[in-house]
């Protein structure tokens, strides 16, 4: 009998302070099999549009998929989708570990909250058993703290907890949701609305073990990552020098993000800050998540200032809280990252509106009278810790910087607009368009704001012929190839980026690691996917319906934006993108707008969409079984 059970979902009313026990049929869960896309299917049905996302009415909700918790590498991760603070738009945000497996070995495929408990709660799920709990012993602490409190609560050890700290709390439009105190779903502001509910954390015991449904097969397919790991220099870089192996070449061809988008070149900083130097330097040790051997996570200690209890940076966090502020000292950014993940801050958009506000004050928009008698500079390792504080707390000038880097500056104005570095209100991350067009593309059109990890990157269509890249790049019908010097964005790369797109909106959907299952990292390819949904659920698919899958996400992405007034119009990128790189390798270089403008024409027509709104049409949804929003 093909696989598709029904998913099992915990529906917690908050406000009534009640916790339900519902169902999804399988054939609607096969349909949106997980992750985001079991969020927006929820949200779409039992949603009104306009609500604020601060307010009792906005949903969230934790989802896994049924591939969670298998034993292979790569599947551990969990989604949160709601109404977005920062945006206004989706709200988007992923996370690995060990909660995401145990959750689903708990027997849950996703719990909604809806309302706002009267006091600080938290809800603990054990097996069928799931109550909410008073959360005023853990509520105002950071993060280690209030695992302790939880965990005295309980008398209990061994528990998982996803949790939020004061910037949640105290509703810092860009707050994450942290688990294992280091692991974030840090973009969207999801921890702010979390904060808004009152709900502190959501604890899980330790579950049963998943077993695969054929579990030779299964078992053939998870050897394959050993070898594959040795064999590829992307992958053991990230093994042995974690997510951060990579700054060094990016500075070395001038674009490492710098100083606020100004420059590409860090080359002052950039040697000291690179992963090979955190291996050399302050790594205790490497860590991973559930089942997965590649163990790309850093813990690192600095005795007396950093704990390795909140692990250790990765590399946007290197870039973000490094060279975006001009920072070049390694323990600075580790206490800055641990700064942040004790008070539960996405530490993209958190450097990224700190170097904002380096560069108005630079530009003297803001003075010290406006900044609390703080001397803001690039390179300046004092104020980062600090600024990260207050912002998280919301005191003086960090109330307005909490707002995010676009409304902060909207309240600063004169000229501060053009130095806040967003797309749809979320800062970019610290992949660069001027070398990445294709990636530019989606910056502007994913529904979600400037995301690094919703599409494969353009250097890899560098890659040869006959390499494992370029096998895996044909199975979702992508087959040009490009030199590393062709900053180009023509038809060939608005193809590579949809494709490329529909496939990770796909990981995302079933919950599982770009870095393992991406097609650009050559560890498992697309059809090694479809395998794995054979042999480890018994789910007779196909890459086809795989890809479906994912695109129906971005589909209901869009839907749900449209509803909500996002247009074409909103599917732009900032004018720093477009102004030649002032120094080093990349001297000169700058995204080219009338291409990324004639790009996206192409997409939408790619897309199925209107051109004239950028949103689906109903012949689209109707596709992609998604006629049922047309009553909405």
Known sequence: MDYFPEAKILDVDLSRGSVEKRSIPGEIYRLYPGGSALGLYLLLQEMDPGIEPLSPDNMLIMAVSPLTGLPISGQSRMTITTKSPLSGA???SQAGGFFPAELKANGWDAVLFRGKAQKPVYLYIRGEKAELRDAGMAWGKVTGEAEKAIQKDLGEKGLFIAQIGPAGENMVKFASVMNMC????????????????NLKAVVVGKGKKIKPANPERFKELSA????????NHVVSGLAEHGTD???IGMNSAGYLVTRNWRSGWFPEGAEQITGTTMTETILKKRDTCYACAVRCKRVVEVPGTVDPLYGGPEFETCAALGSYCGISNLETIALANQLCNMYGLDTISCGATISFAIECFQKGLITREDTGGLELSFGNEQVVPELIEKIARRQGFGNILAEGSLEAARQIGAG???????????ELPAHMPQQKPSLGLIYAVNPFGADHQSSAHDPVLNSHPESQTRKFLYQIGIWKRYGPDQLILDEGKVRFAFNSQCFYSLADTLCLCQFVWGPCWQVFGPLEL????RDGLGWETSLYELMLAGERRINMMRFFNAREGFTREDDILPERLFTPLPDGPSEGVALNE????????????FAGWDPGTGNPTGTSLKRLSLGWLLDK
């Not at 394959?224 to 064999?231: E, F, G, H």
């Not at 479809?530 to 949904?533: A, I, L, P, S, T």
């Open 90 to 92: 989706i709200g988007d």
């Open 182 to 197: 280091n692991r974030a779903n840090g973009r969207n502001g999801t921890g702010a609305v979390m904060g808004s509910k």
């Open 224 to 231: 394959k990552i050993k070898s594959r790991i040795s064999d």
């Open 245 to 247: 192996h990579g700054l």
């Open 416 to 426: 501060a607009i053009e130095l806040s570095i967003t797309a749809k209100g979320q």
């Open 530 to 533: 479809v395998d794995f949904c």
């Open 594 to 605: 009338a291409e990324l403008n004639e790009a996206r024409e192409l997409y939408y027509r």
